[in-house]
């Protein structure tokens, strides 16, 4: 069975940072291009960033492009979210998410989510 | 970035009944297009990959058509527990996703 865990959620001030993490297990972490996609309480889904299953490609939302820096490590399947200068538009739940297609980037949509782990930019 | 428009924003059926949802981009898309399902306090639920292929587990009353730029999704027989909110996303290289239509019970 597909699990993903976020982690490293929580409160910070505006202009810091966070790092969230997300914990990968019951498939071939390394075959799969990841993304993570927040949502603001009570909004609709935003996809944030991607990275493919050989690490070297990245994408990024406009939003958070030079701020976020997404990255994998495929002897810990674990993928990890480095936000700097939050701003309070950043507060959202964060899912990690997995494609539905392996060795494969993009296009291809998302087949297995995490429960998300809670940001909250606020002075 | 391509700008996703569902319609309706709500949509109020009766259990039994056939909704039908549609989404809208501003450019073609080809057929890189997939259909989420989410509720309260859980995470978003795969329905439909590459415009009409249902995911794994999914039901038949699920379908999904469309190209280009022109998108529906259709629930033939509303069960209880398809009362929920439904995101498109075109799943390009920089994906993106509607705004959400929610279907509740009238």
């Known amino acids: 069975e597909v699990q993903l865990v976020e982690s490293g959620g929580g409160l910070a001030q505006p202009g810091r940072s966070l790092r969230l993490s997300c914990a990968a297990s019951?498939?071939?972490?390394?075959?799969?291009?990841m993304h993570w996609v927040r949502q603001a309480p009570g909004k609709g889904l935003e996809w944030v960033a991607g990275?493919?299953?050989?690490?070297?490609?990245?994408v990024y939302a406009d939003s958070v492009k030079g701020r976020f820096t997404i990255s994998r490590d495929n002897a810990k399947n674990s993928l990890s979210l480095e936000m700097n200068g939050l701003r309070p538009e950043d507060t959202a739940l964060y899912y990690c998410?997995?494609?539905?297609?392996?060795?494969?980037?993009?296009?291809?949509?998302?087949?297995?989510w995490g429960q998300g782990t809670l940001v909250i930019v606020s002075s | 970035e391509i700008v996703l428009t569902q319609s309706p924003a709500t949509l109020s059926l009766s259990p039994g009944e056939r909704a039908t949802l549609s989404c809208r981009a501003s450019?073609?898309?080809?057929?890189?297009l997939a259909w989420y399902q989410q509720k309260p306090g859980q995470a978003p639920r795969l329905l439909i990959s590459?415009?009409?292929n249902r995911a794994t587990g999914i039901p038949a009353r699920f379908s999904g058509s469309g190209s280009g730029t022109d998108f529906t999704l259709t629930i033939s027989g509303l069960e209880p527990e398809d009362f929920a909110v439904y995101y498109c996303?075109?799943?390009?290289?920089?994906?993106?996703f509607g705004q959400g239509t929610k279907v509740d019970i009238k």
């Open positions: 019951g498939f071939t972490f390394d075959d799969f291009a």
């Open positions: 590459d415009a009409s």
């Open positions: 450019q073609s898309v080809s057929s890189y």
């Open positions: 996303q075109q799943s390009g290289n920089w994906p993106t």
């Open positions: 990275i493919g299953w050989k690490s070297g490609s990245t």
């Open positions: 998410a997995k494609v539905c297609t392996p060795r494969s980037n993009w296009p291809d949509a998302f087949d297995s």
